[in-house]
């Protein structure tokens, strides 16, 4: 598809458990951002990627969070030891960089869902 | 400390109706400043979007109006139509756009 795609939509899990979420970018976008949704609230910055590398990780509550964009492409957010907390939807965002004619637009994804029980 | 506040939390208006959703923002600098409309179960999605050298921008029946001597920007939706109910987020970044700050968001509900 031609949207930001993002697996799985709903995750049910233990605390304590691991838990890995994955986005799939628009093609040709090198910037991808995670943001994290919790229930009437909005979006709250995690961490942005500028190509492979994680340009900014200030967002990431603690280190139990990690996130990878081994290609430069495809990105994963892993959280470790999941805590009730957690629970919030997951937002995959792309967009193209400035330098390549982005124009600030960012292009999200619908979400994974994630309940820690 | 929260970077963009937003309000109302939920606002009702007749169709037909103008519905206004207001932002303030204290980090200077903030380059740009969007609008993200969402739908249940769906990401945001840009509305529209203005840069602080301008005070209005327009697209349809949609305006951003900004102030930057008072740090406030505002969305207005003219006649005001029950496909406009969603949930809308005013946002904030600085020019390099590396990290979005979003306010928490207005539930607009356009009764018919």
């Known amino acids: 598809g031609a949207g930001v795609s993002q697996t799985p939509s709903n995750k049910v899990t233990e605390k304590g458990k691991y838990v890995e979420l994955r986005c799939d970018p628009i093609s040709g976008h090198t910037a991808l951002y995670w943001y994290r949704q919790s229930l009437g609230q909005g979006p709250e910055f995690l961490i942005y990627f500028q190509g492979t590398g994680a340009a900014d990780d200030s967002g990431l509550p603690n280190d139990r969070f990690f996130a990878v964009r081994p290609e430069g492409s495809v990105s994963t957010l892993k959280i470790q030891r999941t805590e009730r907390g957690d629970s919030a939807v997951y937002l995959c965002a792309s967009s193209l960089t400035v330098t390549s004619g982005g124009t600030g637009e960012l292009f999200f994804g619908e979400g994974s869902r994630l309940t820690v029980l | ?112």
Not at chain 2, 85 to 97: D, I, K, L, V, W
Request: charged share 15%; glycine share 8%.
């Open chain 2, 1 to 112: 400390q929260q970077q963009v506040k937003q309000s109302p939390q939920s606002l009702i208006v007749q169709k037909g109706g103008i519905s206004i959703i207001n932002c303030a923002y204290e980090n200077t600098a903030f380059d740009y400043f969007p609008w993200y409309q969402q739908f249940p179960g769906k990401g945001p999605a840009l509305l529209i979007a203005i840069r602080p050298d301008v005070s209005e921008k327009k697209e349809g029946r949609f305006t951003i109006s900004f102030n930057k001597s008072a740090k406030q920007f505002s969305l207005h939706i003219m006649d005001s139509q029950p496909g406009d109910s969603a949930t809308y987020f005013c946002a904030a970044s600085g020019n390099n756009f590396n990290k979005f700050y979003f306010g928490s968001g207005t539930k607009l509900n356009v009764k018919p």
